[in-house]
C-alpha cells in the first residue's frame, strides 16, 4: 500500500493539531484560527484572526510555512516533519533544525545544499535526530508544564505518520 502524499495531506495533519478557534490567555500568540495567531497575522498584514477563511488560512500555510521551507523539495517524510516543526515552532527553528540534523551550515534558509543533504541521509535517523531536537526546544520553553503533554503528543503523532511515509512511500503524481 502507497500513501498519497501532498500539501493537502500534510495540511490535514496539521488541522488534527491545530482545527478551531482557541483563545488561551497563557498562549503568547493570542487568539488563534486554524492554528494562526493573531501575532504571526498581523505580521503578514491581517489585523484579526475572525476575517481569515479556509482559503485564506490554506494559502497563508502554503505560502508561508510549506514553501519557505521548501516542504516540496524535501522527502515526504521529513517534509511533513518539517512543515508541522515550522507551524508549530516557527519558519527559521524548523529550518535550523533540519541544518543541524543532515550537518550543513546553519542559516535559517533551506537552500540546495541542505535539500541534497537531506536525500543522502539515512530517512529512520535523519527522523529520529530532528525530532529529537524538536522535543529538546519544547523542554527548554518555560511553559513546558501547561503545553508538554500536548506538544509531546502531537510530536509523537507526527513522527508516527513519517515512519509509514518511510515504509510505504507515496505515490508521485503520474501514479507511479
Known amino acids: ?9 500534510a495540511l490535514k495533519t496539521i488541522l488534527f493539531w491545530e482545527g478551531g478557534i482557541s483563545d488561551d490567555k497563557h498562549d503568547p500568540g493570542g487568539k488563534t484560527k486554524w492554528g494562526l495567531s493573531t501575532r504571526f497575522l498581523k505580521k503578514i498584514g491581517i489585523k484579526k ?10 494559502s497563508i500555510y502554503a505560502n508561508y510555512f510549506w ?5 516540496d523539495e524535501l522527502p515526504s517524510y521529513l517534509s511533513l516533519a518539517v512543515f508541522d516543526c515550522a507551524v508549530n515552532q516557527g519558519v527559521p527553528r524548523a529550518s535550523k533544525i533540519l541544518q543541524k540534523t543532515v550537518g550543513v551550515k546553519v542559516d535559517g534558509i533551506i537552500g540546495p545544499k541542505t535539500i541534497s543533504a ?3 541521509m539515512r530517512s529512520q535517523l535523519a527522523l529520529r535526530d530532528y525530532m529529537a531536537r524538536r522535543a529538546i526546544h519544547y523542554s527548554s ?6 503545553y508538554g503533554l500536548g506538544w ?3 510530536l509523537f503523532d507526527i513522527h508516527h505518520r513519517c ?5 510505504r512511500p507515496p505515490v508521485n503524481e503520474d501514479g507511479g
Open 1 to 9: 500500500m502507497t500513501i498519497e502524499y501532498n500539501f493537502d495531506y
Open 49 to 58: 484572526v475572525d476575517v481569515v477563511t479556509r482559503e485564506m488560512m490554506k
Open 67 to 71: 514553501f519557505e521551507c521548501k516542504c
Open 118 to 120: 537531506t536525500k543522502t
Open 141 to 146: 520553553l518555560s511553559n513546558i508544564i501547561r
Open 152 to 154: 509531546f503528543r502531537r
Open 163 to 167: 515512519i509509514l511515509l518511510i515504509k
